[in-house]
């Protein structure tokens, strides 16, 4: 079956997670969504940088949202792209322009790398939250892009 074939057959297709907000569930997680990507005729290689925001999202939500209700997963794929959302039903927070506005801290500092992390390894990072109602985080990646493009990404 070719690359082409595959990504007819997977076009609509849906996967859908609900975890408990345990730090050790990640490695679940993203062997569940790389699974779902080579279904889909993505490699790998080419989905290494967004599995880190898919990570940092889910770690997100386990460690802030400060409830112990599941923690939803979803991805799925729309044309040549790849998208997954990470949604907790936690605290939330306000959202501002300047909240998701942030550049990476100091090397030396412990917290505040996980949404500028997400913004650069992915091509579309959408963050929706609600004091009280929880958050939820959509990622999104454009699947045919040659080495160049990953690395620029990243590196950026």
Not at 123 to 141: H, I, Q
Request: charged letters at 25%; a neutral charge.
């Amino acid at each position: 079956m070719t690359n082409n074939e595959r990504r007819q057959r997977a076009r609509g297709a849906q996967l859908r997670l609900s975890v408990p907000p345990d730090p050790r569930i990640g490695t679940y997680v993203r062997q569940e969504l790389l699974t779902f990507a080579e279904s889909a005729g993505i490699r790998d290689a080419d989905v290494g940088d967004f599995m880190t925001a898919v990570g940092e999202a889910l770690a997100n939500a386990i460690e802030h949202a400060h409830t112990q209700e599941p923690i939803e997963v979803t991805a799925w794929l729309l044309d040549d792209r790849l998208f997954a959302a990470v949604r907790d039903r936690g605290v939330g927070f306000p959202v501002n322009d300047r909240s998701l506005a942030k550049p990476l801290p100091d090397a030396f500092a412990e917290r505040g790398r996980g949404l500028p992390i997400m913004q650069r390894c992915a091509d579309v990072c959408s963050v929706r939250s609600v004091p009280g109602e929880g958050t939820r985080v959509t990622l999104g990646l454009h699947v045919n892009r040659n080495a160049a493009d990953d690395f620029q990404r990243c590196a950026g």
